[in-house]
């Protein structure tokens, strides 16, 4: 099985050829693939895209001091969409 992933950066149609070479044989034109498939526009945007939450070793919680990230989440698009952030595994009391 072959799996290809392709994550497109700009909202457009792609058309490629896929070039596929076995070993000893080189390329073999007959095993070429054409790609074709589409970037489209984000559901919602999240900034900083990448989120560092830097280890923290907590050895009793009186002495532990909580770290806060902002982020933004925007909608690119007129329509509205409806989500939401899902806590309930935080209500473990083993958690913190």
Same mark, same amino acid.
């Given at each position: 099985?072959?799996?290809?992933?392709?994550?497109?950066?700009?909202? !457009? *149609?792609?058309? %490629?050829?896929?070039? $596929?070479?076995?070993?000893?044989?080189?390329?073999?034109?007959?095993?070429?693939? @054409?790609?074709?498939?589409?970037?489209?526009?984000?559901?919602?945007?999240?900034?900083? !895209? *990448?989120?560092? %939450?830097?280890?923290? $070793?907590?050895?009793?919680?009186?002495?532990?001091?909580?770290?806060?990230?902002? @982020?933004?989440?925007?909608?690119?698009?007129?329509?509205?969409?409806?989500?939401?952030?899902?806590?309930?595994?935080?209500?473990?009391?083993?958690?913190?």
């Amino acid at each position: 099985m072959f799996e290809l992933s392709f994550r497109p950066k700009d909202v !457009k *149609v792609y058309k %490629f050829d896929l070039p $596929i070479s076995l070993f000893g044989h080189g390329r073999l034109d007959v095993l070429t693939k @054409v790609v074709r498939c589409e970037g489209l526009k984000p559901k919602f945007m999240i900034e900083p !895209k *990448v989120m560092d %939450f830097k280890k923290k $070793i907590i050895r009793n919680m009186e002495k532990s001091v909580p770290s806060f990230i902002e @982020v933004a989440l925007n909608n690119p698009n007129l329509k509205s969409i409806f989500w939401k952030i899902d806590t309930t595994h935080l209500e473990n009391d083993n958690i913190f």
